[in-house]
Nanobody, 123 residues
Framework: QVQLVESGGGSVRAGGSLRLSCAVS????????MGWFRQAPGKAREFVASINWSGGITLYEDSVKGRFTISRDNVNKLVYLQMNRVNSGDTAVYYCAYSGYGGMRSETSFGVWGQGTQVTVSS
């Protein structure tokens, strides 16, 4: 079965950058997709970005479009979220997620989740 482990979170100043990583292990389907979600305290988990199996299709939530970039390295089984020009609204726990059938937007499409990594943006 698929397992996901996030890393790369931490504290960063507003306007700065950091990169999150997700290590993927286990059997994955060729038509699968990967996504990043985030959750702030007291708020619902929300979609951030997703990428299809080949990396040729990416989707972004409007507030991060142009600032964040999702990418994947299928040889090393890694998924990245490059975060640039971060702001206070980006403070949250970030989760990597796996979609076995390739759905790329709804949380219900993602059946496997990582443990999360904290990102804190200071002003």
């Amino acid at each position: 079965q698929v397992q996901l482990v996030e890393s790369g979170g931490g504290s960063v100043r507003a306007g700065g950058s950091l990169r999150l990583s997700c290590a993927v292990s286990g059997r994955t389907f060729s038509s699968s997709a990967m996504g990043w979600f985030r959750q702030a305290p007291g708020k619902a988990r929300e979609f951030v970005a997703s990428i299809n199996w080949s990396g040729g299709i990416t989707l972004y939530e409007d507030s991060v479009k142009g600032r964040f970039t999702i990418s994947r390295d299928n040889v090393n089984k890694l998924v990245y979220l490059q975060m640039n020009r971060v702001n206070s609204g980006d403070t949250a726990v970030y989760y990597c997620a796996y979609s076995g059938y390739g759905g790329m937007r709804s949380e219900t499409s993602f059946g496997v989740w990582g443990q999360g990594t904290q990102v804190t943006v200071s002003s």
